[in-house]
Every structure is written in structure tokens, then in C-alpha cells.
């Protein structure tokens, strides 16, 4: 959607280039726009060419050589170079023989793909367009770009001489791949699970120390595992077998164990060799395999990899954080995870000697370890690992008359026999964490800044309040007031007079026009603008969608008057101008064709009666894949549409409406008329100087930051999906590849997306979350700062891009010499997800301060 003259929000001429970071130092790249690989439903012509495929199937037996030289092969593809033993027999099992004479082809190029291949005789040709690109001699593996992306075969594959091949079927090759990442997912997460000092650790941070820090060993009867006096470098986890630990053994000179008392004995399912860790210390006891047994280890070194040297440190502060998710200060309030770990170092961690008392002034505390005992309500009461409890004050803030918080108020409280490690809080350090944080005024005392961060905290969440003041801010959290309700309960009706502002603190609404559903709202969003702002009557109905939902409501005369500023107010028009579910596709006269490809076209269409612009997308229907030959909407669109409803946020493409005929679904939404990013910067702008970058990248952070919030991963993010308004700001569009995460697994294992933007974790066919976006955003950072991609600028074909990114390091122009920039850049660009920045316990508030500068 182009215009004529594309806004920059930063004037090149303000942002000289004497580092060499931009702007004359280095020349654009050009390429052609990034496709992103899609899933598309098999022609007739793949039909008949699959069926000429399986004709040259052969019977032949499976000797011991054949499977040596087959294995081998599997082995040395890099989508299966992880893969285990069975895994391997499994696809080795799973194949077929196939003879193919000198001169025919075996796969060609642009066809889909169904068979993952390995050459067991004669020589075969690649060619990429009609260029011969290298030759395979037998014990080559080919094919598995196309099965694992769903795309078009990148080349063509012709036998030169007569040649005999053992292929596997594409859905039996991608579910082994599946199900081995899946398989060690599990494992992984049930060792970790078992170890009590990861209990803090969320799903995402067990997965990605699973991913880098867990290997296996296995044992022979009679083996050491370790012996008394050894560094303590592993914990392990016992898969199968059976082991036995001794104290005071020795160990002779043919390397056997003998004496010493047996400590315990340990089998599937056991966890040993933690308490030499947590001391880091030596190894007090010897541990000898009984039987054959397997291990899961997790590597001291390999976990300081991931948490920091300090990883103890580390572990103890997430597990804390942890148990706060459970304290009603926190969990109501609605702390980003960065401002939980604000309070959680604010927090002392102390040990506590056994029958010492713990100190009065102490608003909230958590057992790290051992137990405290005191009296709740004049009952004795003990508290154990995990339990927390909090004073009168700080649960008087935190409930009013209408709830109970189910807080644990003690008092007299004293660490047990054995003693105890606590983290604990003053009310004044609280006060001043919060301060330091921005969410609660300085003069205010520390048993009133509870409730007021809390409305501070979910008035921020509200795009229509993000660019207002600090004092404002402030004003706006002493107007709110609290409002419950249960399901089903009526919010307000249509037609009724409106006197009140809601923004959605925790739960969901539904939107009704005329009895029928057209929206739904979830947390953060906000509802009840329009009559207040137009002085109007309710033009909708809103109704509580989930078992209760929380509001904080704001009154006519504050909202219009002490609140609302006039970029607010042009803000908050502009939006119910684009929510007016009224339009029908009679009121909408075509202006101009701004957009054809595969899926339809795009047009630029005018109210006829109030002369709003928007962009029309027209998506044609597909015959229905069960073989009835009905024309049904896609999916993907389905799901497209769904996501974007449920985005409110500034900078992400607003969905109007969405209109079906029997042949096609149409989906208006807002127009945008500054173009591409893709355009702006590979044709016009160029190589972009920092002020240039620091603004669209901090916005696309900003983007990010909001669709991760949702629970979605976006998984194509490109210049060519980020468009710019009239003004210069970002919009992020086209939701067709993007995902809601299940918050159970946080993984998705579908390999989806566009080459040059793929993280490495994607490529392997492993389970992936929200940190292939991060990758994708280093890319374009790259490519914004250095005129070209990072990996695979000059490849000739896919295998080689997708090589380039799984090996190649990174390297940056000479001239490129931004010292920080280079920084972010490379910690974006970690090939390993578990050490991305932004992929961490603190998200994309570390990419935020390391941008800063």
C-alpha cells in the first residue's frame, strides 16, 4: 500500500555517521521480497507426479551392508544429526527401495516433496534452475528441506546412471523427527521436575536448560559414576538400572570399589549427587552402578552456561519469584516479570539460626529452605519450603470488603530445629522499589502504594494511556475504582446512557450488537469510550464471558475532563471510527486495486457515507480437503482473524470487520498508506544510521513485547510484514503464519516462516516459543544496520542458506564499528535459544537495556 511521499520519522541529515554506523558507510544489498514458506494443498499435477514417483518402488531385502551404508547417511543429514539410535532404525524401518534409470528424474524443482531419499548406488545430479550444482555419490541423504517447511523441492535431482535409493515417506519422516524432540522434552522436563532447586524455574526455563545443559551416560554393572573427593560437576537422574552409594570406599588399583558403609541405593526415577552441588564442594560419597544403567546428567558448567556463574544465586531468586506469583500483592497487581524481580532483589536472603526469631519489621517473607513456626490468628501454624506469609498492613492493601485475601498473617514467628533460610521484606524497602519503579508517588506511605501500583500498572497496559506523563499517570490511578462481577453478568446494555470507563483488569467481555456476539476483550483492553466521548447512548451490549472478571471504572466527568488530552481523544476517535460494526460491504465504494497476488487482492475502499478510507482484502474460498467440494475459508485465515481481533495495540494492523459470500471471505481493516518497511529501506532509505534503527527497532521490541503478552509468536517477522502509517509509525500485519502458544507446553514444532529469517532452533525441527522472534528481529537489525542479511547473503540455493545459519558465525563490514549496537545485534543472533537475549527470565527487558545508551 504505497504513498506518494512516505513519512521517516527520523530526518537522515540529524544523525551523522562519524562512528561508521550508518548512512554513507556501507551500500544497501538489493533482493527481491523473502517468501515465506506456506502450506498449499496438493494439485492434480503433484498427484500424478507422486504416483509416478511410486511406480518405480522395487522390492529389494534389507541387508546388514544396505543398512550400514543407509544409516550412515541418515546420520550425516543435518536435520537428523541429532537424532537417536532408534530414531535412525525407526526411519531406516520406515523405508523403501526405489530403482530409477540413467536419465530420469527423481525429484524436480518447484514440485512438492513427499519422500526423504538416501543414495544406495550410481550417481546422481543436482541442479538449481537448469545449473548443475554438485553430484551425490552413494550414502547422500536428500530431500528433507521440502518435507520439514512444506515448500516446493529447491532442486532437482536426476540420475546419471542407474541408480538404486531408499526413500521414507514424508509424514512418517516428519513425525520421527517430532517425535524424538518431543521424546527428550519429556525426559528432559521429568529430571528437572524431580530436582527440588529448579522448582522456581518456569516450563520455558527448564526446556532451555534441558536443551544445552542435559546429556546421557550410560554404565556397565560395577562402574564408577563418581567417587569420594571428585569436583561435583553433575547431577544425575536415573533413567534405568540400579546404583547404590557408599561412604568411606576405596578404590584400587584395577579401579574397583571396595568397603565403606552404603549410604542409600538409587533406580528409574531417582535424583542423586545435588547436595555437593547446592555446597559446591567435593564429592562426600562414591556411587557404583549394581546393574546396566542409564543416566540423565546435567553438567555444573554447562548450567552456568545458561543461569551465570552465579547460577546458585540464580536459582534460589526464581524460586522466590516463583512463590510471589502466588502472594495477592503480586498476582493481582499485574507485575511484568521484570518488576517481580525488582522485589525480589530488593528481598534479603538470610539464613536463620534454629529458634531465632524472626525480625517484626518483615512485611512479607518466603521459606527458601528448612521451616518457621508462629501463630496465625492465635492457631500454631509451620511453614515449610514454599509457603510465605505477610503482615496486617500489606494484606489490608491488597483486598477490600468484597474479598478475603488468602494471605498467611503470622506472628511470633521463629525458625525451627534445624533452622532456616528466608527471604524477607521491610514495608520501606517495598515502598522504595516501587518508587525506584515508577509506581507510586514519593510522598505516599508504604501501606498505601500497594493499591495504587496496582492501578498504575494496568492503566499502563492501556494503549489509549501509554503516551501520557507520569503525573498523569499518577491523577489517573486515584480516579479508578474497583468493579466485580461474575459470568454472565451484564456490564451495561445497549441503548443504556453511559457514565463510566472500563478498562479489563483480569478476565473477559463479549461484545454484543443487536444480540450478536462481535467481539471478545480480554486483559488490558478497555470498553465504554464512545458515550462518553460523543455523549451518546451505549451503541453495544457487554456481557462477562469468563467465571469473573475485574474492572477498573473511571467516571464521565474524570475521564473527559482531568484524564483525556487531545492526542488522546484524537486517538480514542480514531479507534471507534474504526470499530463502527455497522459498515456492510453495501456502504463500501471500491476506490483503487492496491494489491493482487495468489490468495486475492487488496482494495483501497471508501465509507459512502462518512468517507472513512480502509483496506479490503478479498481471500477466495478453497474446495474443502475431506473431498465434498465444498468451499470453505482456510485456516489459516480463520486463525489470522481471530489473532488479530484479539490485538489492541498501536502499532499492530486493526481488524474492522470481516464479511463472507459464498466464493470468498472479505476482511476490512485499517488503511495504511506510508508502505513497506521492505520498500522504505531497500529501495529509499537505505543503510539506516542509529537514530533510524534505535526507532524501529525499539518500536518492533514495543510490537514484539505485546503479541508475546498475548501468547502469540508471530514466526514471520520481515520488513516486507511491517508497513508504516502516514506518520512514520510501525504497523505490524499479516497474521497468517502466527500462533497462540498452548501456556502448558509454551513449544510449537511446525516449521513455518521465511529462510533468511529463520532461527536455528526452527531449522532442526525442534520445539520452538517466542525466541525465533527475537532471532528474526537480529536479523533485521542486521540488515537495517549493514545493508544485507547476516547469513546466506550471496547462497545459491536453500541448502546453503539454511547451512550459513546453522553454522556460519557471525561476521560484521568492517566499517560497521557501533561497539553496543554490535552487542545487541550478536546477543539476538545466538544460535543457542537458551543464551538469546530477550530469551531470558527478565524477556525483552534486557534487549530494552542493552539498547539504551
Sequence with gaps: ???????????????????????????????????????????????????????????????????????????????????????????????????????????????????????????????????????????????????????????????????????????????????????????????????????????????????????????????????????????????????????????????????????????????????????????????????????????????????????????????????????????????SVAQRLKIVQTMIMSNVESEQVVGADVCLGVVIEGQISGKENGEPKTLQRGDWWQDEALGSAIHDANRVAGSLKMSELAAGSSGARLATLRAEDLASALRELGLSPVAMAPDEVIGHMTKILMAKKVPIFRGISEEQINQLATSLVLKRFRRGACVFKQGEVGDMFYIVSSGEVKVLIDDKQVRLLGAGTCFGERALLFNERRSATVEVASNEAEFWTLGRHAFLNEVITEDMRAELIHRITLQDDNVTMRLLRHVKLIGAGAFGSVRLVEHRQKGVRYALKRVRKQKDSNGSGELVVPDEVLQECDLLASMDHPFVLRLVKSFETANSLYILTELITGGQLFEQTNERMGVLGVKQAQFYVGSLVCILEAVHGSGIVYRDLKPENVMLDERGYLKLVDFGLAKRLDPELGKTYTAVGTMLYMAPELIRGKGYGFEVDVWSLGVMFFEMVCGRVPFGPDAEDEHELLGSILEDELVFPGRFNDTQGKKLISGMLEKQPEKRIGCGVNGWEDVKAQGQP
Excluded at 529389494?60 to 532408534?86: P, V, W, Y
Design 1 to 335: 500500500m504505497a504513498a506518494e511521499d512516505p513519512a521517516s520519522p527520523v530526518d537522515k541529515a540529524e544523525d551523522p555517521t562519524s562512528e561508521g554506523e550508518g548512512g554513507a558507510a556501507f551500500k544497501r544489498v538489493p533482493r527481491t521480497p523473502a517468501e515465506a514458506i506456506r502450506f498449499a494443498a496438493q494439485s492434480a499435477e503433484e498427484k500424478e507426479a507422486t504416483a509416478a514417483l511410486l511406480a518405480h518402488r522395487q522390492p529389494r531385502d534389507k541387508d546388514q551392508a544396505t543398512r550400514l551404508l543407509m544409516m550412515s547417511g541418515i546420520r550425516a543429514n543435518k536435520f537428523c544429526q541429532a537424532l537417536d539410535e532408534q530414531s535412525v532404525n525407526d526411519l531406516w524401518d520406515g523405508m523403501e527401495h526405489f530403482v530409477f534409470e540413467a536419465g530420469e528424474t527423481i525429484i524436480k524443482q518447484g514440485e512438492r516433496g513427499h519422500h526423504f531419499f538416501v543414495c544406495q548406488e550410481g550417481d546422481l545430479t543436482v541442479d538449481v534452475g537448469g545449473t548443475a550444482a554438485k553430484n551425490l555419490e552413494p550414502g547422500s541423504a536428500f530431500g528433507g528441506i521440502s518435507l520439514l517447511y512444506n515448500c516446493p523441492r529447491t532442486a532437482t535431482v536426476t540420475a546419471k546412471s542407474k541408480a538404486r535409493l531408499w526413500g521414507v515417506d514424508g509424514e512418517v519422516f516428519r513425525r520421527i523427527l517430532k517425535e524424538h524432540s518431543q521424546k527428550n522434552a519429556a525426559e528432559n522436563r521429568k529430571f528437572l521436575d524431580a530436582l527440588q532447586i529448579f522448582s522456581g524455574l518456569d516450563s520455558s526455563q527448564k526446556d532451555r536448560i534441558g536443551e544445552l545443559a542435559l546429556y546421557s551416560e550410560a554404565h556397565e554393572a560395577g562402574s564408577r559414576v563418581f567417587i569420594e573427593g571428585e569436583d561435583a560437576s553433575a547431577i544425575f537422574f536415573v533413567k534405568s538400572g540400579d546404583m547404590t552409594e557408599w561412604k568411606g570406599s576405596t578404590v584400587g588399583a584395577d579401579g574397583k570399589v571396595s568397603g565403606g558403609t552404603e549410604i542409600a541405593k538409587y533406580s528409574n526415577g531417582d535424583v542423586f549427587g545435588v547436595k555437593s552441588v547446592l555446597q559446591a564442594g567435593k564429592r562426600e560419597t562414591t556411587v557404583v552402578a549394581q546393574s546396566k544403567c542409564e543416566l540423565l546428567v546435567i553438567g555444573v558448567k554447562q548450567l552456568k552456561e545458561v543461569l551465570g556463574e552465579d547460577f546458585l544465586s540464580v536459582l534460589e531468586r526464581s524460586f522466590v519469584l516463583s512463590v510471589l506469583k502466588h502472594v495477592p500483592m503480586i498476582s493481582q497487581a499485574g507485575l
